[in-house]
């Protein structure tokens, strides 16, 4: 069964219009544009398609979500899909490093400004896509997503081809398998491979990236805006990841350009079931956050422009 978004992007092919009305599905269509198989399909989701067609209104009186990582350029731009904490400029170390003529944008999801955080990874690529498509109405689109953010980009990319859109780029960079979000996965993972020097080294830098913001919220010297962002950061945390767990890829027709880490625990090699086409870059055995904000970002920045480059003269 086709999901919401690709039955409502056949209805527009068929130029069928939809639209909500005082909480009442309206439509609009040409003679013939509604055969009986479906006016049934219609009929059994009806409820499902008020509550997308409600999502997507809403959706659109919210202010554009659009950050520039990196403006200007006269390239068509990178729009990146942030990881689990909402935090868009995690790419900026890599973006400074491509070419002066690229863009990168970012999308900054629902929950941290304090509205609710989106609970589906089919949801968050709906706002993603709402707000991409504002910005930029027509693809070719480039896509990137980073740690949780890549299987988020993944159905972005999803969305964006059922609704005809054309996505030349796909990268999934240190993007772990869906399944790999288990508790304690991301901290127990591959601590026990390498020297001991390396695993010591795994143990304080995993120490450190569990000693987050929110522990702050119960010291009181904390401030109170300090303390309310903490409280953000982990609702929108808790939400993304639980949403990136309970989420089923379905494969996609597409290429995917898969920048991978030295983390085991990723599952990488997963995703090479769920797509037309996978094309891997290692980019070292570090961890992915090294290699993003760190010493060897230019490595993946090099590896990223040379596809960037690529698609440009396909284009």
């Known amino acids: 069964m086709m999901d919401t978004a690709t039955l409502l992007s056949t209805l527009r092919e068929r130029d069928v219009k939809l639209w909500v009305e005082a909480d009442r599905i309206k439509c609009t269509a040409p003679a013939g544009a509604l055969d009986a198989e479906m006016r049934a399909v219609l009929a ?5 398609i008020l509550a997308f067609l409600q999502e997507a209104d809403a959706l659109k009186s919210t202010p554009s979500a659009i950050v520039p990582i990196k403006p200007g350029g006269s390239r068509p731009p990178l729009f990146i899909v942030s990881g689990y904490r909402g935090d868009v400029f995690f790419m900026l170390p890599m973006a400074r490093q491509l070419d002066p003529e690229q863009p990168v944008l970012g999308v900054q ?3 941290l400004d304090g509205s609710e955080p989106l609970t589906s990874v089919e ?17 070719p689109y480039l896509i990137g997503g980073h740690c ?3 299987t988020i980009a993944f159905e972005v990319a999803q969305q964006l081809t059922a609704a005809g859109q054309e996505v030349a780029l796909l990268a999934l960079i240190g993007s772990p398998f869906p399944t790999a979000f288990r508790p304690l996965s991301r901290f127990a993972a591959g601590l026990t491979s390498g020297s001991l020097a390396e695993r010591k080294q795994k143990v304080v830098r995993r120490i450190r990236k569990l000693i987050h913001p929110e522990e702050r919220v119960h010291r009181r010297e904390a401030p109170p ?3 309310f962002m903490a409280k953000i950061d982990l609702r929108l945390e808790v939400a993304t ?7 089923r890829p379905r494969r996609y027709l597409g290429q995917i350009d898969q920048f991978v880490s030295g983390e085991e625990w990723h599952h990488a090699h997963k995703w090479q079931d769920f797509a037309r086409t996978v094309r891997l870059h290692r980019i070292g055995k570090l961890d992915i956050e090294e290699i993003l904000r760190g010493p060897e970002v230019s490595v993946l920045a090099t590896a990223l422009q040379q596809r960037l480059d690529t698609v440009a003269s396909q284009a």
């Open 225 to 227: 805006e300090v303390n």
């Open 123 to 139: 949801a968050l690529a709906r706002f993603q896509v709402e707000q991409i498509r504002r910005y930029r109405p027509n693809g």
């Open 241 to 247: 990841l639980a949403a990136v767990r309970a989420y």
């Open 148 to 150: 949780s953010g890549g």
């Open 44 to 48: 059994s989701r009806k409820q499902e």
């Open 109 to 111: 999801p629902p929950g």
